[in-house]
Nanobody, 113 residues
Framework: QVQLVESGGGLVQPGGSLRLSCAASGFTFRRYRMSWYRQAPGKERELVAGISSGGGVTNYADSVKGRFIISRDNAKNTVYLQMNSLQLEDTAVYYC??????WGQGTQVTVSS
């Protein structure tokens, strides 16, 4: 069965960095577009970044452009989200998604001084 397991979340101060990972299994990872979403308390889930199956095309929410980088390693069946210059507003649960509709359990990112 499809499994997406996120890791790398935690507590970080404003201006800090975190790297999220999502390990995928149960499907042919290299064939599918992958995305990161996030959901803050009281808000709807929103798309943060996406990456094409081969990794050559990426897209980002305006709020994270220039600060976050999505990447993937198809040999390791893993997608990453490098988050730099973190802001208080980045606090949320971050979810990994595969385009056919599966989600991970989420990893909490808290930005606080």
């Amino acid at each position: 069965q499809v499994q997406l397991v996120e890791s790398g979340g935690g507590l970080v101060q404003p201006g800090g960095s975190l790297r999220l990972s999502c390990a995928a299994s149960g499907f042919t990872f290299r064939r599918y577009r992958m995305s990161w979403y996030r959901q803050a308390p009281g808000k709807e889930r929103e798309l943060v970044a996406g990456i094409s199956s081969g990794g050559g095309v990426t897209n980002y929410a305006d709020s994270v452009k220039g600060r976050f980088i999505i990447s993937r390693d198809n040999a390791k069946n893993t997608v990453y989200l490098q988050m730099n210059s973190l802001q208080l507003e980045d606090t949320a649960v971050y979810y990994c998604n595969v385009e056919v509709g599966y989600w991970g359990q989420g990893t909490q990112v808290t930005v606080s001084s």
